[in-house]
């Protein structure tokens, strides 16, 4: 996943094909394509001004090149 700040993700094509889910307090949005199941982005909770991107959904992006963050999830809020 990939994070930006509001206004930096822009969704080029595909929006018809979007569906979206949210949990319990619907603060979050998830988004995700109805055609083949791909998780595509989401608006966490914790900080609706910003997007997270799957990197494999970004348009000349090769996801397989990027250097990977390791993160203690146990250790998230």
Do not use: W
Not at 27 to 49: L, S
Not at 57 to 63: F, R
Request: proline share 4%; aromatic share 12%.
């Amino acid at each position: 996943m990939l994070s930006g700040e509001e206004g930096s993700f822009e969704l080029i094509e595909g929006k018809k094909h979007l569906g979206k889910y949210q949990f319990n307090t619907y603060a979050a949005e998830h988004y995700f394509c109805q055609n083949c199941g791909i998780y595509t982005h989401h608006k966490p909770r914790t900080n609706p001004k910003i997007y997270r991107v799957n990197a494999g959904c970004i348009l000349g992006l090769n996801s397989l090149n990027l250097q990977p963050k390791l993160n203690d999830g146990a250790s998230f809020n």
